[in-house]
């Protein structure tokens, strides 16, 4: 069985919380799909997104079917990285122990593939881990949804541990 998703990962090391408009230190922000050593920032939210190549060495780049992207279609969700082997895929993000972070991810099918396999009778569906731990279950019942997961989480690593 092919795993296919789109995965935009926003991995933050802050403590604390300020009451002013965002900044990008300390976060990065991953679109899944385009090409190697590509970069841009987001013109809505000013958010600079780079490839996924630097963390993941599996799956294959792909594009979403053109009758699903339209332009109020964000274009983080417009690419997407599919996992047609293996049980597993990993992304390998380092972090920093005793650190918190915020982690999100979107999933869109779009028929990248031509095929139209999301229907309420045969959803997509599979599990998110982050480490060994189980996040959330990803079920797509129709190509044009986004389906969105987020997560907070404190690492307390020893060290000889790893995450992700």
């Not at 983080?76 to 082997?85: A, G, W």
Request: include cysteine.
């Amino acid at each position: 069985m092919a795993f296919w998703f789109i995965l935009l990962l926003a991995i933050a090391s802050r403590s604390t919380v300020h009451a002013q408009l965002p900044t990008t230190d300390g976060y990065v922000s991953i679109d899944c799909g385009i090409s190697s050593n590509t970069n841009y920032t987001d013109e809505t939210t000013n958010i600079p997104y780079v490839s996924d190549d630097g963390f993941i060495v599996t799956g294959a780049d792909h594009t979403i079917a053109s009758n699903y992207a339209d332009s109020s279609l964000e274009k983080q969700l417009q690419t997407l990285r599919s996992f047609p082997n293996g049980s597993r895929n990993c992304y390998a993000l380092t972090v920093t122990s005793k650190q918190k972070y915020l982690v999100r991810a979107s999933f869109m099918y779009g028929s990248y593939d031509g095929l139209n396999r999301a229907s309420p009778s045969n959803p997509l569906l599979f599990d998110l881990h982050l480490g060994v731990n189980f996040w959330a279950t990803v079920n797509i019942t129709k190509a044009s949804d986004v389906h969105r997961a987020e997560a907070i989480l404190l690492l307390l690593l020893t060290p000889h541990q790893s995450a992700w």
